[in-house]
Each structure stands twice: as structure tokens, then as C-alpha cells.
């Protein structure tokens, strides 16, 4: 097997998973991988395992570097099946191993995966010897799991970040430095605003808890190894986290017989006007986890759909459930689009970004489709929304 020597007694064990193209709701077009760590020292520790499916390339690659039986301690970071799938089938050649876990991992894995394991529950500062190098666990509940943590390796200053600083691509080449680095901070940038968002609040609380480590490499759960990069990819997780954003505003929208998309159109055109960036989405043709990725930095969002049985369009009402869940920062908002006899689409748009903790602004309606006067007032309303992002600066 190609097993690459991330570090000296530090091997990538992982599996890259080129076909899995959606992850949850959360398109993977360029794969995911599920990333393992074989530490070889004076004693024998591995970092995670991988999806259950990737067990046996797992085994073999560990098997090519020492015999599985060999290994002293699992560290289970996070318990979720992409990370620790392969547990078991590894347990089973590895039966002393201890397995590290936080307290709510020791009561998760049993539930998962039908097994108890001789488990040693981390906290805040305990440290694992490995002989020439020290693991230094950092418990992050809530990133994204309660579960969930970091580890440090001293020695050779690794940071083990679980899905921190992740992306989800597939690749033959582990490090940052070896890929197209515009498509990696791409897929770190849509990694976080599909998975982190919600939790943007805590994550200047975890890089603190990192802040005064000198770090070589961090090596994620997910995706590519930074190893020349690292300041930048810290820097990015800090304005995302604090909300930095841009003058930008995503309209997204759909439209059953044009109209909500006429009006689209020239709301755009009176974005743009204003001075702001526009982007324009039609979902019923568009990626939802695009539009999260284009929202993260945006200042704005204008969604716009067509009143059907009182209500707004199901693509619309799809994009606004996964925002719930998201719950995107310092964003204004509002909501616009036509109906026919009657409305609702528009109230139950704004209720959606209401509780995604959006700052709804006053939508705009039309009757049938826009005439003249109409699209003259879909103008004013873009122009104005941007002006108001304009003076957020």
C-alpha cells in the first residue's frame, strides 16, 4: 500500500472514498476521504479509524507498517460513523487496545457500534506518552459534535484537528502544497459553511485553546494535510467564525410561470446598481450547498419564490430548512416573488429567516407578474437593500 510518511513515525492510513458525491444533503463532487493517523513510537497509537466500508484498506495499511496487534491505543476523536466506522473490525485484531474518548464518546461508541471497549475518558490537559513524543488531548464539544475533540502531538507538532480545517476532496497527493490550492480553500471554505456554521460562536473559543501551540502540520479528519498554509486556513477560520462578510448578496429564488423570476432579474440589476456584488440562484437548478458556500461570506440574502397552495415552492422551502439549521450570522434578509389569487409565500419566507437568525428587512410582492411600474419598484427595492449593505461596511 501507499502509505505516505506524514511526519518521522507519523503515517496517513486513511481511505479516499472518490465516489461518495453527496454527504448528508451536502454535495461532495470531488469526493470525500476519511482520514486515519498511525503513530509509531514507543508505543503505538492511531488517530481514528475510517468509514466502515474502507475497514479492510485500513487494516492493510497499518498491516504494511506494523501488525495491527501491536497497537496500544486508538484515539477516537470523534464517533460519528465517517470517523470511527472501522472500529470494530479494527478492535477485533487489536484487542488490548485502550481507546481514548471523551465522556460523551465512551457513551456514544456502545450505542453505535454494539460494543464496550477498555476505555480511558479524556479531559482538558490530560496527556498520553508515547515515548518520543506526548499527545496532548483537547476536548471541542460541540465541534460538531458533543463528542468531539482535538489532539496535539508535541514532538513533531501536529495538530490532529478532527473536522476542523477539513474539506471534502479526493486526491492522491496529501498535502496542501501539492494540490491546487484555490480549489482547497474552495472546498475548506464550502466545508465549513455546510458543517461548522452553526457553530461560529465556538470557534474563537477553539482556536484559542490552539493559539499558543507551534504547529507544523495540521492534519484534519477530512481532506488534504496543511502543512504550508496553516496560517492562512487559522486566518480564514477566524473571520468565518466573527462573521466577517463582503458586500455581496445571494438572491435565490424559483418561479413557477416567470414571474418571481422577472422579478429576480431586476432586483439583481438594482443590486448591482447600488455598488454591491450580486449572485443569482435558481433552485430548482442550483446546489443548495453552492448557495451556503457563496452565503458565508455574504452580507445578504434575498430569497424569492412563487406562492403554491398559500406557501412558498418545496425547492425554496428545501434551501430555507437547511438554513434553519445552519443559522447564518450577520446576514440582512428579505423575501419577494408573485402570487396569483392569493399569497403566503412571502410571510412564510420571512418566518423561515426570522428563525434563522437573520435580520429581515420589508419584502416586496407582486400580483401575477410585474408589469412596467412594477419592475420599476423591483429596481428600487435591490438598489436600496444594497445601499443598506453598502452602509453595514
Known amino acids: 500500500m501507499n502509505n505516505v510518511e506524514i511526519a518521522s513515525g507519523v503515517y496517513y492510513v486513511g481511505a479516499v472514498d472518490w465516489n461518495l458525491k453527496d454527504f448528508h444533503g451536502y454535495t461532495t463532487p470531488r469526493g470525500v476521504t476519511y482520514n486515519s493517523y498511525l503513530i509509531v513510537d514507543e508505543k503505538i497509537c492511531l488517530i481514528d479509524t475510517v468509514k466502515s466500508p474502507f475497514a479492510q484498506e485500513l487494516i492493510e495499511r497499518i498491516s504494511g507498517i506494523v501488525d495491527p496487534s501491536k497497537i496500544d491505543y486508538i484515539v477516537t476523536n470523534h464517533i460519528e460513523p465517517d470517523h470511527a466506522g472501522a472500529l470494530p473490525a479494527l478492535m477485533k485484531l487489536a484487542p488490548n487496545a485502550k481507546v481514548y474518548v471523551t465522556a460523551q464518546g465512551k457513551e456514544g461508541i456502545p450505542k453505535y457500534y454494539g460494543e464496550q471497549y477498555d476505555f480511558q475518558v479524556v479531559r482538558e490537559g490530560d496527556v498520553l506518552d508515547l515515548g518520543q513524543n506526548k499527545l496532548h488531548f483537547i476536548p471541542l464539544p460541540m465541534l460538531h459534535w458533543p463528542d468531539s475533540m482535538a489532539c496535539y502531538l508535541d514532538g513533531v507538532q501536529i495538530l490532529f484537528s478532527n473536522d476542523a480545517f477539513g474539506q471534502h476532496i479526493s486526491t492522491t497527493k496529501r498535502?496542501?502544497?501539492?494540490?491546487?490550492?484555490?480549489?482547497?480553500?474552495?472546498?475548506?471554505?464550502?466545508?465549513?459553511?455546510?458543517?461548522?456554521?452553526?457553530?461560529?460562536?465556538?470557534?474563537?473559543?477553539?482556536?484559542?485553546?490552539?493559539?499558543?501551540?507551534?504547529?507544523?502540520?495540521?492534519?484534519?479528519?477530512?481532506?488534504?494535510?496543511?502543512?504550508?498554509?496553516?496560517?492562512?486556513?487559522?486566518?480564514?477560520?477566524?473571520?468565518?467564525?466573527?462573521?466577517?462578510?463582503?458586500?455581496?448578496?445571494?438572491?435565490?429564488?424559483?418561479?413557477?410561470?416567470?414571474?418571481?423570476?422577472?422579478?429576480?432579474?431586476?432586483?439583481?440589476?438594482?443590486?448591482?446598481?447600488?455598488?454591491?456584488?450580486?449572485?443569482?440562484?435558481r433552485m430548482s437548478s442550483s446546489d443548495r450547498s453552492e448557495v451556503v458556500w457563496d452565503l458565508l461570506e455574504a452580507r445578504g440574502v434575498l430569497i424569492g419564490s412563487s406562492t403554491l397552495n398559500n406557501g412558498m415552492l418545496p425547492t425554496m422551502g428545501a434551501l430555507l430548512v437547511y438554513l434553519k439549521g445552519l443559522r447564518p450570522a450577520n446576514k440582512m434578509a428579505a423575501a419577494f416573488g408573485a402570487y396569483g389569487w392569493g399569497g403566503g409565500a412571502q410571510k412564510e419566507i420571512e418566518e423561515y429567516l426570522t428563525v434563522s437568525g437573520m435580520n429581515v428587512e420589508p419584502g416586496l410582492t407582486v400580483k401575477w407578474t410585474a408589469n412596467n411600474e412594477e419592475l420599476e419598484a423591483c429596481f428600487a427595492f435591490g438598489f436600496e437593500f444594497g445601499q443598506k449593505v453598502m452602509n453595514k461596511a
Open 175 to 281: 498535502f496542501d502544497d501539492e494540490n491546487d490550492m484555490q480549489v482547497v480553500l474552495y472546498e475548506a471554505a464550502k466545508y465549513y459553511a455546510n458543517i461548522l456554521m452553526p457553530f461560529n460562536r465556538l470557534i474563537e473559543k477553539a482556536l484559542n485553546k490552539t493559539a499558543g501551540l507551534p504547529i507544523q502540520m495540521i492534519a484534519p479528519s477530512h481532506g488534504i494535510v496543511w502543512r504550508k498554509h496553516i496560517s492562512e486556513i487559522i486566518k480564514k477560520y477566524q473571520q468565518w467564525g466573527q462573521g466577517v462578510t463582503t458586500e455581496k448578496v445571494i438572491v435565490a429564488y424559483d418561479s413557477m410561470w416567470g414571474g418571481t423570476e422577472k422579478m429576480a432579474r431586476r432586483i439583481l440589476d438594482g443590486l448591482a446598481a447600488a455598488g454591491v456584488e450580486g449572485k443569482l440562484y
